[in-house]
């Protein structure tokens, strides 16, 4: 362990947190502790994100690497996916058209697919970076994975497909209007899953790190992030927990996040009355 992780270490622990929130509120406390804490800081942009980034010299989303992780977790479900399916299921409980934002190289298709047969026939729509695209028509001709296909622009949604962001929505980043406004054809249905998001804390950009790479993400505020997609017409139907992710920032302890979050968001005139499950809406 180097001197750098002990001294983070010893900051993080129980009797230093008091002190920590005092330096973080005072003027230049935040810069000091982000410069101390690595990625895992409290940035206001992007921008200053992607510059803490790069600081641990990793590469962003563009890490082949990153291939082989996700496709080993498509080898079993995790806790939050059986939220995300029962919806889906109930969504289009025949024929379901699914458009992936952000999909990889369709991880969540192998994952979810073996479970949809019973649906019908399975359209899933994947759009992502180019060097994912490629990879992943590469493994699905592999695979013969031929309901999987990918698209190089959101443009191409179409109405009756359920938008689906997985693991993917907070490395969006401009605002949710601009988010909405990518597709030609306005999402009725949206399933966002395993996204960090802060119960009491104003939203703010944080940083993630693997093994090989670090990228930013954007931790929205709950009420924030549920009132902007309500201003563009939609209706929160259902939240669940992510048990199985968390952020934690060992210098800033009360913007840690301990579990990921996942939401259906219904455009208004398309709301339908489904029942809910009853551990997916717990908040």
Known sequence: MTLRKASVEVLASEPCRTVLTGIAGIPGGRHALNAFSGPYGWYATFEEGWRAARRANLVGHEDPGEIEVHLRHSESLRPSDYA??????????????????????????????????????????????????????????????????????????????????????????????????????P??????????????????????QTASCAFPCKVWNSDELISSFAAGGYKLIDRWRALELSLKLPLFPKLSVPFYSGFYFSMEKSAQSFPLPAVANER
């Open 84 to 185: 995300a399916l029962y919806w889906i299921s109930n969504i289009h409980p025949r024929n379901p058209r699914i458009f992936d934002f952000g999909g990889n190289v369709g991880n969540v298709y192998y994952s979810y697919s073996p479970r949809l047969l019973n649906l019908g026939n399975i359209e899933w729509t994947v759009f992502d970076i180019p060097l994912m695209l490629e990879n992943g028509r590469r493994i699905a001709a592999e695979r013969k994975a031929a309901s999987l296909r990918f698209v190089d622009s959101p443009g191409a949604f179409e109405s009756d497909q359920i938008l689906l962001v997985s693991g993917a929505f907070h490395y969006w980043e401009k605002d949710i209007p601009a988010f909405l406004q990518q597709f030609n054809n």
């Open 187 to 208: 999402p009725k249905h949206i399933l966002i899953n395993r996204s960090p998001v802060h119960e009491t804390q104003p939203s703010f950009i944080s940083a993630q």
